[in-house]
């Protein structure tokens, strides 16, 4: 079984970049789909992007779309989500998840892991 079990955040301005990472455990991970997903005050969690087991096929959020580029190492078992042009609207706790199978599907229901969650914050 998969375990993600380190992810990384901080504080932008307004259309800086940042990138989060995570690690996942378990023996497995090569085979698993990963996401980020992120939940903002109020807010349902929400998908954000994913990327196959093979890092071939990868899926994004309307809203972050060229602007976000999800990726994914499997030799160190890590995955990452590069955030540019960052919009106040970004701001939120951002979580990465280990897939139930190899293809990243966008329902949360699809994914058996979860790391802690890192606050992103945009600020002005």
């Known amino acids: 079984q998969v375990h993600v079990t380190k992810s990384g955040g901080g504080l932008v301005q307004v259309g800086g970049s940042l990138g989060l990472s995570c690690v996942a455990s378990g023996g497995t991970f090569n085979e698993h789909a990963m996401a980020w997903f992120r939940q903002a005050p109020g807010k349902e969690r929400e998908f954000v992007a994913g990327i196959s087991w093979s890092g071939v096929t990868t899926y994004y959020a309307d809203s972050v779309k060229g602007r976000f580029t999800i990726s994914r190492d499997n030799a160190k078992h890590s995955a990452y989500l590069h955030m540019s042009t960052l919009k106040l609207d970004d701001t939120a706790v951002y979580y990465c998840?280990?897939?139930?199978?190899?293809?990243?599907?966008?329902?949360?229901?699809?994914?058996?892991?979860w790391g802690q969650g890192t606050q992103v914050t945009v600020s002005s």
């Open positions: 998840a280990s897939g139930k199978t190899g293809w990243p599907e966008q329902s949360i229901s699809e994914y058996a892991d």
